[in-house]
């Protein structure tokens, strides 16, 4: 199993950015939970963002509004279009993913990850 993360680099204040995963070697069950998450160097990892099957999605206060999940379920890859950015969003990002039934938050036990993408924003 296998999740690719691209779509990383420097970017000024105000710019955007859009991450992809793609999700490899892994049949995402009818009911599943994708979610991103970043960690900025001397910082605990964070949830950015998470996404359920269903389309239910929930969001980090700090990137309410200004980031949106999605995935597309015919090429297995999620998404994440970062718009406003803001220095403070800089840190590696990283997507992870897991079967669930139920709420799907990023405090979720996620079991795959990605090798992660760094955003730098200036």
């Known amino acids: 199993v296998q999740l690719v993360e691209s779509g990383g680099g420097s970017v000024q204040a105000g710019g955007s950015l859009r991450l992809s995963c793609a999700v490899l070697?892994?049949?995402?069950?009818?009911?599943?939970?994708v979610g991103w998450f970043r960690q900025a160097p001397g910082k605990e990892r964070e949830g950015v963002a998470a996404?359920?099957?269903?389309?239910?999605?929930n969001y980090d206060d700090s990137v309410k509004g200004r980031f949106t999940i999605s995935v597309d379920n015919a090429k297995i890859t999620l998404y994440l279009q970062m718009n406003s950015l803001k220095p403070e969003d800089t840190a590696m990002y990283y997507c992870?993913?897991?079967?669930?039934?139920?709420?799907?938050?990023?405090?979720?036990?996620?079991?795959?990850w990605g090798q992660g993408t760094q955003v730098t924003v200036s």
């Open positions: 070697g892994y049949t995402i069950g009818s009911n599943y939970c």
């Open positions: 996404i359920d099957s269903y389309g239910n999605t």
């Open positions: 992870a993913a897991l079967n669930v039934i139920g709420v799907c938050t990023t405090s979720l036990p996620f079991p795959y």
